[in-house]
């Protein structure tokens, strides 16, 4: 195609495209819970804590604390947010990791999770995969079992990812 | 300054006086680091609540006051070098005039003047007297065509030869050039001096404890005006080279003594910030103070703009200050946002922040560039390269963004150090439907990305002897920029270790070989969000490679594919989305615990 053409085509789909589309993203935030940055992410990381205590092995854990999610996109734009705490569990032998990994599978239900898949994920690994969500929390969970070979130069772990659900920004927030 | 005190001057003093200000530099800078790092992040680990968060405040303001410190104390030392370097020339002029006064057996007076023996060819049966004459120092040639005070100092020269040759006294000819010379020595002293001492007195902080924006901007301005003074003393130093590579960069900088290094740093912190290839501590440095001095005078020039109109008719009332008021508040919360980042080290575990590049202006919508973890240390690198509507104001999401790579890369290797970077220097397009079609964006922000990535590789191998197992991510547009920086390398020396396009509109080419990318270590994820979807389906005519256009989500591309989001009802923003988890992996050199389709 000429240059020209290409660009005028170009330009009249994507016209077309965000006319089309344009109204779907302006969704308010009205019927998010209404929260400080600094509270959602004590509530996650008080979620994460009741995970690793349903895991209850004694290893090492990494230390990030809970962070606004910046790959997330609530409604209300910038008026919301979400948080995210991503952690592990290592330094323990593959066998308690899989012992803790089981205590999830009946921990969490215990705790009012709705436990949405239970088994391999999509890796060349395979490795076993809990994805489960609160239904009155609204938080979500993202936990994998990666286990290694003894020569292994990785360490085998529990992989967590505790994320909440959107919040809406208190009014008169300081940025 | 006058002939005795010249004399009688040890530059040496003023040199200790230098370094005892840029050891107070350096004792706040530490300061300033614990404060941020340690006591904040202690605090905050074992305490909660209001008075713990108004603590903290206070101590950030402690910090900021330390860094406030350091700069002016950097400033001070180097002034107080310039100085010295300029009086150590006078004084040298002067010791040598003043031999050679000693070696014609003349003697010098209080005032400069020089004392000469009688001598010469007996006249009348006496031998002729001796004398005292006083020096004159030139004013100088301007060499313009019109040049009075040129004109005077030969007239005045003409003068004293004169007066010599009516003089049988062979010394007063000497005498006259030897008190000339001192005289031009003492004048040297005065004019070091004069240009000297307003700088230094300028260099006093007022005596609140409040360091304000308006002290910042006032020690942008020091800045300015000592960088001035000390050209001389600077030009000893070798400037860095022009254009010059990461690898000319790092020789420069290696080449420096530790008091150049820092005197560079403390004058001209935005060039020494900008250069790929010197250490990312030292560009660190050099942008935070840079981010300091802009802050200060942003919010100093927003104060002083006549308030937006305000009420019910604001909307028809002229607000011819409205376009620059929204520069300065849009830049200002960007600085917020990197801000935010450094308040976030240590409380947050998040390792400490490295600012690589800072401009509020940058290509158009600013420059920021910061790391997570010390890119020249880490054993895997990732780079970030945002796309269409990136801007200062707006930064502080993509910043989010690298802390949640890097906290997601760390907990599945914690045993290796990674550094995520957000790189942001382009001019990036505004507008998805009328410019990013466009191909100039890339085309001009490709040779920098390119630059910048080989600068990291540079200071890497300098700081380990090895290289970083690296990682580039190209975010919607920011994908066209990898891969204009990509085609751009050598065909033996790849961009990166690993590619992810994510979003991507096309690459230009029509496989991951187009881009020097082995096909194994290329990644490719579908966009988020409506808008990225039409950028991609509509942008694969303009950026796409090959006939027809291919994209790298495309599976006849070669790359391999993410696991699509639609399939979890679409989109990055879903917590759903293994968006995170398989950058990581790729990050991470963890390969198969990528999730594939």
Redesign the interface.
């Known amino acids: 195609?000429q240059n020209c053409s290409?660009?005028l085509?170009?330009?009249t789909?994507?016209?077309m495209?965000?006319v089309l589309?344009g109204c779907?993203?302006e969704m308010n935030s009205d019927s998010l819970e209404e929260r400080s940055r600094?509270s959602a992410e004590?509530e996650t990381e008080r979620t994460s804590s009741r995970i690793r205590d349903i895991i209850n092995l004694k290893g090492?854990t990494?230390?990030?604390?809970?962070?606004?999610?910046?790959?997330?996109?609530?409604p209300g734009g910038d008026e919301s947010y979400?948080v995210?705490h991503?952690?592990?569990v290592?330094d323990v032998p593959n066998t308690s990791l899989s012992a803790g990994m089981q205590r999830l599978r009946e921990g969490l239900p215990e705790q009012g999770w709705k436990i949405g898949k239970d088994g391999p994920?999509?890796?060349?690994?395979k490795?076993p995969e809990i994805?489960a969500r609160h239904p009155k929390t609204g938080f979500?969970l993202?936990i994998?079992l990666?286990l290694e070979e003894e020569h292994s130069s990785?360490?085998s772990?529990i992989?967590?990812?505790v994320?909440s659900p959107c919040y809406r920004e208190p009014a008169g927030k300081k940025? | 300054m006058d002939f005795t005190t010249l004399k009688n001057l040890k530059p040496g003093e003023f040199e200790s006086a230098a370094d005892g200000y840029k050891k107070a530099s350096g004792m706040a800078s530490s300061a300033k680091d614990r404060v941020e790092q340690e006591y904040i992040a202690k605090m905050q680990a074992s305490l909660e609540g209001e008075a713990v968060e108004a603590a903290a405040k206070q101590l950030r303001k402690l910090g900021k006051n330390f860094h406030y410190v350091q700069v002016e104390c950097g400033l001070a030392s180097t002034a107080l070098n310039g100085l010295a370097f300029d009086l150590r020339a006078a004084k040298k002029k002067l010791d040598a005039a003043l031999a050679d006064v000693s070696a014609e057996k003349f003697t010098t007076n209080p005032d400069g003047s020089v004392t000469y023996p009688a001598a010469g060819d007996k006249v009348d049966g006496r031998t002729p007297a001796g004398g005292t004459v006083a020096g004159r120092a030139a004013n100088g040639h301007t060499g313009n065509p019109i040049d009075p005070s040129g004109d005077a100092d030969d007239a005045a020269s003409a003068l004293e030869d004169q007066a010599a040759n009516f003089d049988p006294n062979p010394n007063r000819g000497k005498a006259q050039d030897l008190a000339n010379r001192i005289a031009q020595a003492v004048k040297e002293a005065t004019d070091a001096d004069d240009k000297w001492a307003p700088k230094l007195r300028k260099l006093k902080a007022d005596d609140d404890l409040h360091v304000s924006n308006s002290d910042w901007f006032d020690a942008q301005k020091d800045m300015k005006q000592v960088r001035k003074g000390a050209d001389a003393y600077l030009d000893e130093v070798k400037a860095p080279p022009k254009d010059g590579t990461p690898q000319e960069n790092s020789d420069w900088w290696k080449s420096l003594s530790q008091e150049d290094k820092e005197a560079y740093i403390s004058l001209h912190p935005a060039s020494v910030g900008a250069l790929d290839g010197v250490p990312a501590e030292v560009r660190d440095e050099a942008n935070r103070t840079v981010l300091a001095e802009k802050r200060g005078a942003y919010q100093t020039e927003l104060n002083s703009l006549p308030p937006a109109p305000d009420g019910i008719w604001r909307h028809l009332q002229r607000d011819p200050f409205r376009e620059r008021r929204g520069e300065l508040q849009g830049a200002l919360k960007g600085m917020d946002a990197i801000q935010d980042r450094f308040d976030r080290t240590g409380r947050k575990g998040l390792p400490e922040a490295y600012l690589l590049g800072f401009d509020p202006k940058g290509a158009a919508n600013g420059r920021i560039i910061l790391a997570s973890g010390n890119p020249d240390t880490a054993d895997h690198t990732a780079t970030y390269v945002p796309g269409t509507y990136t801007d200062i104001k707006t930064i502080g999401k993509d910043i989010e963004r690298t802390d949640n790579l890097w906290a997601g890369s760390n907990k599945i290797e914690p045993g290796a150090s990674t550094s995520t970077i957000m790189w942001f220097d382009y001019d990036a397009p505004d507008n998805p439907v009328t410019e990013s079609p466009g191909d100039k964006y890339a085309d001009e922000g490709g040779p920098v990305l390119r630059q910048f990535l080989n600068g990291n590789e540079v200071s890497h191998e300098q700081a380990t002897g090895g290289e970083s197992h690296t990682t580039v991510i190209g975010h919607s547009y920011g994908s066209v920029v990898v891969a204009d920086a990509a085609i751009g390398q050598p065909n033996t020396d790849p961009l990166t270790d690993d590619v992810i396009a994510a979003g991507s509109p096309g690459m230009r080419v029509k496989s991951p070989e187009g881009l020097g990318i082995d096909r194994d270590h290329m990644w490719a994820a579908e966009a988020d969000g409506m808008a990225d979807w039409a950028t991609r389906h509509f942008g694969r005519f303009v950026h796409g490679g090959g006939v027809p256009p291919l994209i790298p989500t495309d599976s006849s591309f070669g790359a391999n594919q993410f696991v699509s989001d639609a399939e979890n009802h679409g989109g990055y923003w879903k917590p759903e989305s293994k968006i995170l988890k398989n950058q990581s992996a790729i990050i991470t050199e963890r390969y198969d615990r990528a999730e594939l389709q």
């Open positions: 195609m290409k660009r085509l170009t330009l789909l994507s016209f495209a965000i589309i779907s993203k600094i004590d090492k990494t230390q990030v604390g809970a962070l606004v999610d910046g790959w997330a996109d609530c979400r995210r991503d952690w592990s290592y994920d999509k890796s060349r690994s490795s994805l979500y993202e994998t990666m990785h360490t772990l992989s967590v990812a994320v940025d």
